[in-house]
């Protein structure tokens, strides 16, 4: 059984593994959003993609050992090294106890934002093979390298720790990160405007909570200090990562339908200008509320909107439909909320609950 709580001792400097996950989330995102499937950090490797089948057995695991460098990777004792540590995660996962499918596969991941140069041994009159691993030429499997390169990195592991039947699952994987964490929130942002274009408003914030979800996971201490894959505190879950960015989404609609109807609400609801220059501010944290459990005011007002539809019979204007159902939900609950903070759940559950497109 392997036994770690790296999660809170390395809380520290993965920055860098962080935003590998949330680059090769964003990269991948539509096909991998088809699956089911989990992130965990500091958990068998510095981080892992799992996938599960229909039934919840794990159909395929791609493990990921991250690394940033100022120079580039060669076939040196250090990174031979690394790969003899690969290996031995290829094993722990074969040897965890979660429930696997008939055809359950993995690969073992060394990804880096530099240049690996692989070669075979230096020899008179024969030619040396040299493999580089680059932007244009970004992952090559241990598998398919030549015959030649293998016999000058496997004698360099350490028979303590080589897996050798594993070395077949093990790739090299370039990521165009740059060094500094200013160079990559730019990149990330960037990757997220490509992916939500104008359906979010705040690019950065949604990297930022994306951030913070891993680093959540990344510092739990592992369940009774044993790394298992069914941990599920070691575990951000495609639902929490979808529910996430379906906040943001939402959250711009709000933000769009408050300023196409933010004067007949105000005017109507006697919002005064300090409150309607918060807008915003107010609508985002209205959708945080509505999904913590101890807001049962806002959770509330969520559930009410939801169910009252019958209110939206009686009109044809959307303002005067959110005017009706605050002053409905006012009547019926004396809520201890200020009102005004009554007016922006109304609409923020109104533009979600009616699948609104602003």
Known sequence: MVSSNSGVEGASGYSFQRCCVAFLLFDNYETINLENYFICLEHHEDFLFAF????????????????KSRDDWKTDNDLCEIIGKMTSVGKELL???????????????????????LKSKKEK????????????NKSKKYYDLHEEIKENIEPRISKGILEEIQLENVQFQYIDLAQSNRSWQITLKGLSL????????????????????????????????????????????????????????ESKKSFDFWRQYSEQISSQLNLKLPIRRRAKELLDNCFDYFKDIQQIEYRKVYQFVEKRTDIDEK??????????????????????????????????AYVETRGMYV
Do not use: W
Request: charged share 25%; aromatic share 8%.
């Open 52 to 67: 599960l089948d229909e039934n919840g057995d794990l159909k395929q695991i791609d493990t990921y050992q991250a690394k």
């Open 95 to 117: 040897n965890d106890s979660h429930s696997k499918c008939n055809d359950y596969h993995h690969t073992l991941n060394f990804l880096t934002n530099r240049n690996i140069v």
């Open 125 to 136: 009159k024969i030619k040396q093979q040299i493999e580089k691993i680059q932007v244009s």
């Open 194 to 249: 490509e992916h939500f274009g104008q359906d979010v408003n705040d690019h950065e914030a949604i990297i930022s909570t994306l951030m913070t979800l891993l680093q959540d996971v990344e510092q739990t201490y592992n369940d009774n200090n044993l790394v298992l894959l069914a941990d599920s505190s070691k575990r951000v879950t495609r639902e929490k990562i979808n529910e996430t960015f379906d906040m943001f989404i």
């Open 315 to 348: 009109h044809i204007n959307e303002a005067d439909c959110i005017v009706d159902l605050y002053n409905c939900y006012i009547k019926e609950f004396s809520p201890r909320l200020e009102k005004y903070m009554v007016a922006f759940a109304v609409i923020a």
